[in-house]
């Protein structure tokens, strides 16, 4: 048992599924756009949408978004931030399916890019991240986190695990999803630590790779 266990993390806010795992799902979807967000929308379910407002889980989602942690002062303070960093959202009750009832789907656009992010809050401001950009994931942030999207083809998870390896970079849990056989894929490896910027840029030049993200550890401990 750690510490975290008998005393919940370090956070502003009343509730640490509520409010500091509905901040860890902001910052993945924050890190993963890649960019300044300039508009959000925000499906939640079950207990996200009946008690959020209480708990302070629509201000953590915002306050993530928004590149704050949990425990940032400023997160009461999250939807001024956000207007003054030009942020529109929008929240929506939604029925998500047979999912954990503290889960979001956040739909996040920038400048250039756009994103959509399901995960859910377990418990402690532990999270598990479900889908990304509609396919299937299976990570936490509490380690590293490397995401790929690629055109599925022969030999290019054994490509990439080559990659890690030759950058001195241990490889925790990895999970694979593609659309169809040759459709597109998604990668999302849990590492020791971060890829060096030469690697994520050696991967980001393959002809086959679209996108590429490096995700920080978010949890604390």
Known sequence: MSLLDMIGPVMIGPSSSHTAGACRLGLVAHHLLGEAPRGAVIDLHASFAKTGRGHGTHLALIAGLLGMAPDDQRLPHA??????????????????????PNTARIAVRGD?????????????????????????V???????TALLRYSDAVGMIARIASTIAADGVNIAT??????????QALLAIELDQALSPEALAFLNRWPDVNWVRMLPKLMDG
């Open 79 to 100: 939807f001024a931030q956000a207007q003054a960093a030009g942020l529109t959202f929008e929240f929506r009750d939604a029925d998500l399916g047979d999912v954990h």
């Open 112 to 136: 250039t890019h756009t994103l959509t992010v399901q995960g859910s809050s377990t418990g402690g401001g532990v999270i598990q991240v479900a889908q990304v950009q509609g396919l299937g």
């Open 138 to 144: 299976n990570f936490s942030a509490a380690s590293p």
């Open 174 to 183: 990895l999970t694979c999803t593609r659309e169809t056989r040759g459709g």
